[in-house]
Nanobody
């Protein structure tokens, strides 16, 4: 099993920045990729960025050039640096890990005001 704990959410004005962290524990050697998802009120959960263990990275078009995903492989902490935030970035951000099964954190709230 893998456990994920997110932190770093909060409220910020448009144009501001936040950095999210996701600390993984458990069967870390079985993790093949980690990702950030978000869910806005009344909308489906969507993928924001994915970090593959081989080092490749994928971003949603809506965040390209503004968000950066990275991972500290020694500590197995996944980060999401979010710059130039927009009100439409508001939502609950979830950390995901694929380790045979899919694991989720509890989520952290991000609110961007105009």
């Amino acid at each position: 099993q893998v456990q994920l704990v997110e932190s770093g959410g909060g409220s910020v004005q448009a144009g501001g920045s936040l950095r999210l962290s996701c600390a993984a524990s458990g069967r870390l050697a079985s993790i093949s990729s980690m990702a950030w998802y978000r869910q806005a009120p009344g909308k489906q959960r969507e993928s924001v960025a994915r970090y593959h263990s081989g080092g490749s990275i994928n971003y949603a078009d809506s965040v390209k050039g503004r968000f950066t995903i990275s991972r500290d492989n020694d500590k197995m902490i996944l980060y999401l640096q979010m710059n130039s935030l927009k009100p439409e970035d508001t939502g609950v951000y979830y950390c995901n890990a694929i380790a045979v099964h899919s694991y989720w954190g509890q989520g952290t709230q991000v609110m961007v005001s105009s």
